[in-house]
Structure formats: structure tokens, C-alpha cells
Nanobody
Framework: QVQLVESGGGVVQAGGSLRLSCPAS????????MGWFRQAPGKEREFVAG????????YYADSVRGRFTLSRDNAKNTVYLQMNSLKPEDTAVYYC????????????????WGQGTQVTVSS
């Protein structure tokens, strides 16, 4: 059974940083893409960033490009989302997700999801 468990959320002031972690278990993820999504109150869940487990190719939403960075630790089967220069509009529940194949930006294209971690950025 695939498990994704996000952690690292919290409350931070604008301009600050947080690092989210997503350890993955339950299968071999070498052919998978790991994605991060977020959902703010009253809004739809939106794509933030994705990384191919093999090769490390990344892709970012325009809203976070240059501020957020994805990385992975193969030995720990963990993906990290480093978030810098945070803005109040980054406030949301952040979700880790996994899918077979290339990076995709639609929620419907991801098979597995974590429970989410809250990120709150105060102004």
C-alpha cells in the first residue's frame, strides 16, 4: 500500500522559508513523478511543482518558480519542497502526490495522495 506523509508545514512570516517533506513507501517509485499541490480556502487544488524520481527533472508553476525548489533523496525515498520568500498568498494546505510517468499538472492525473500539511504565511 502506497503511503505519502507530508510534514514541515507551519506558520511563518512573509519573506520566510519552510521545507516540506514527503517520504514515500509501499512500492518502487523509480518510474514515478512526485508532485506538490496546494489548496487555499475556497479555491481549487492547484499544481505547485513536480519532479521525476529518476533523473530529477523538475517543473514549477509560474507562481512559485524561482522561490520554491524540489529535491529528492533516493536513499530515504523522500521528496522535499524548499519554499523561500514566502508570501501570504502561499497560504494553503500542501499535498504530496504520486503518479506513474511524466510530470503532470492536473489533480486527476495523480494516483496517490498524502493527507496534507498546513502552511500559513502571515503579512
Amino acid at each position: 500500500q502506497v503511503q505519502l506523509v507530508e510534514s514541515g508545514g507551519g506558520v511563518v512570516q512573509a519573506g520566510g522559508s519552510l521545507r516540506l517533506s514527503c517520504p514515500a513507501s509501499g512500492r518502487t517509485f523509480s518510474t514515478y513523478t512526485m508532485g506538490w499541490f496546494r489548496q487555499a480556502p475556497g479555491k481549487e487544488r492547484e499544481f505547485v511543482a513536480g519532479i521525476r524520481w529518476t533523473g530529477g527533472t523538475t517543473y514549477y508553476a509560474d507562481s512559485v518558480r524561482g522561490r520554491f525548489t524540489l529535491s529528492r533523496d533516493n536513499a530515504k525515498n523522500t521528496v522535499y519542497l524548499q519554499m523561500n520568500s514566502l508570501k501570504p498568498e502561499d497560504t494553503a494546505v500542501y499535498y504530496c502526490a504520486a503518479r506513474r510517468g511524466t510530470i503532470a499538472t492536473m489533480t486527476s492525473e495523480y494516483e496517490y495522495w498524502g493527507q496534507g500539511t498546513q502552511v500559513t504565511v502571515s503579512s
